[in-house]
């Protein structure tokens, strides 16, 4: 396989965005980098230009592929999806964006036989994000957190916890949560050269995005498998951003990685999200809590006098709350759509819905709570299921159709340019299609989980559950995937 070589080095320039020079400088550097910039200023676009870079003249030479770590799901989606729009879908493929857990998770999936039998979780073990299930695991092994602190950098897991946590008591569910999964990859990098061997190869370039909030654990996961290589690595962040202080953020994280990796500091000060109003806003409100001033520059699209902001200060949370239900009557009938408004909160989003939606009752105002959907919806078993749905109900969505299509021919094996077994396949596709209709016209609001839940097992009956999780080395842990599709029937 070949790739065409779109441009020279020296020729290169990123499309539709004007970058600053420093951001320029970035996106053609050969060493390591540390960025730091502030909301707006463009940091994951930095990264889709500089993939855009590596790949179209290729100074990521094929078959090099570029590795993309960020922190939260949607950010790893975002840059992906970018990069995908900025240069096709070839050059893009050898773009792999995930976040630090899921990268950890692939790697223990993949190679969970390279554990030593006494280390070894069993492989259908569920993920425990709230760590109750953990909790219990150290009260049955007599373990406290002292003794079993999973912040530590150095590993201290006994072949007697990690049992109790996986293949212990009767009726306790095997599970792991993310530190402890961060923590097999670890191992099985540090154990196994020809792994990690293979893993420094693939990856001429890695990009860290959201790099203030990098925790130790996760720090010594990117010393392990690049510390001392060729691979260059770029990486950006804001020290200004930092939110995940109390889940364990590194607070030196930037002075260790630039000696470390001896990587080269740059700053950013171009705003290319906020109208020129808004930054005066932000610069006043940074200068009275910081006590200094600094500077920021807006982007290129705006005119000067763009932008409109309000401070609202209240004395109590009743008058934030009535002057919120108000605003948003007053913008619902000036014509805004309801889509259109969001409200972001600094505090837990229930503690602050607790007194918002008591308004939503008084006034008639509906409020939904969107961060229990957003990392549902990067999930690929369920944008399979949502375009199922759609195209079952629907002629009007072409390219969820044409992604079905595309799914469709890889699960049953079939190449493309056999035109006769494709346009039978289609046919299959079409007739069950048409099945799935009936079998959601037929839900009972008496029973809509589990007849939803039975249509969804259709889906994957005709596809072959098998072969789809295949595809999706992440749904290879079936518990995972049970979870993903029960949370989505709940929700729908």
């Not at 855009?52 to 990521?60: A, F, I, S």
């Not at 992906?80 to 050898?94: A, D, F, H, I, T």
């Not at 099985?188 to 995005?209: A, G, R």
């Not at 008496?446 to 789809?468: H, M, P, Q, T």
């Amino acid at each position: 396989m070949s790739v065409t070589i779109l441009k020279s080095q020296n020729s290169w320039m990123p499309e539709n965005i004007v970058l600053e020079d420093v951001a320029m400088e970035v996106v053609k550097s050969d060493y390591n980098t540390l960025v730091i910039a502030g909301p707006g200023a463009g940091k994951t676009e930095l990264l889709a230009q500089r993939a855009c870079y590596l790949l179209q003249t290729n100074t990521c030479p094929y078959p090099k592929r570029i590795l993309a770590v960020s922190f939260k799901k949607d950010s790893a989606s975002n840059l992906g999806e970018r990069v995908k729009q900025r240069c096709g879908q070839e050059l893009s493929s050898r773009l792999d964006s995930y976040t630090f857990d899921k990268f950890c998770k692939e790697i223990l999936d993949r190679f969970i036989m390279v554990l030593p039998d006494k280390f070894r979780p069993d492989k259908n073990y569920r993920v425990d994000t709230d760590n109750s299930l953990l909790n219990e695991a150290y009260e049955l092994a007599g373990y406290s957190r002292q003794k079993f602190n999973l912040q530590d950098s150095k590993p201290k897991h006994s072949p007697a916890v990690i049992n109790i946590m996986t293949k212990g008591t009767k009726n306790f569910e095997p599970a792991l949560n993310f530190n402890l999964i961060s923590r097999f990859a670890i191992y099985i990098l540090k154990h196994n050269e020809y792994i990690l061997k293979s893993l420094q190869k693939t990856y001429s370039h890695v990009f860290l995005d959201e790099f203030q909030d990098t925790t130790s654990l996760q720090y010594e996961f990117v010393q392990t498998c690049f510390q001392g290589t060729c691979s260059i690595i770029t990486a950006v962040g804001d020290q200004k951003q930092r939110i995940m202080l109390w889940a364990g953020a590194m607070p030196d994280v930037s002075q260790k990685y630039e000696l470390d990796f001896g990587a080269t500091s740059k700053t950013m000060v171009m705003n290319h999200r906020s109208a020129p109003q808004l930054l005066s806003l932000q610069k006043a409100l940074y200068t009275t809590l910081n006590e200094k001033e600094i500077d920021i520059i807006p982007g290129t699209k705006y005119e000067s006098v763009e932008g409109n902001s309000t401070v609202a200060i209240f004395n109590d949370e009743d008058s934030e709350q009535s002057f919120i239900k108000n605003k948003i009557s007053n913008l619902l009938n000036s014509g805004v759509k309801p889509r259109d408004i969001c409200i972001l909160v600094k505090r837990s989003i229930t503690e602050y819905l607790d007194g918002i939606l008591d308004c939503e009752v008084k006034s008639g105002i509906k409020i939904r709570n969107e961060v229990i959907y957003q990392d549902l919806l990067k999930e690929d078993v369920v944008n399979l299921i949502l375009a199922m749905l759609l195209c079952s109900v629907s002629t009007k969505y072409p390219d969820a159709y044409m992604y079905l299509q595309e799914i469709d021919l890889n699960v049953h094996g079939i190449d493309i340019d056999d035109v006769e077994k494709v346009n039978g396949q289609y046919s299959k596709l079409e007739t069950f299609l048409q099945s799935l209709n009936k079998t959601l016209n037929k839900i009972d609001s008496s029973s809509e989980f589990e007849d939803l839940r039975n249509a969804v097992d259709a889906i994957f009956s005709y596809l072959g559950e098998k072969a789809y999780k295949d595809m999706y080395p992440q749904y290879e842990n079936g518990s995972y995937f049970e979870e993903n599709v029960n949370k989505f029937c709940s929700l729908l």
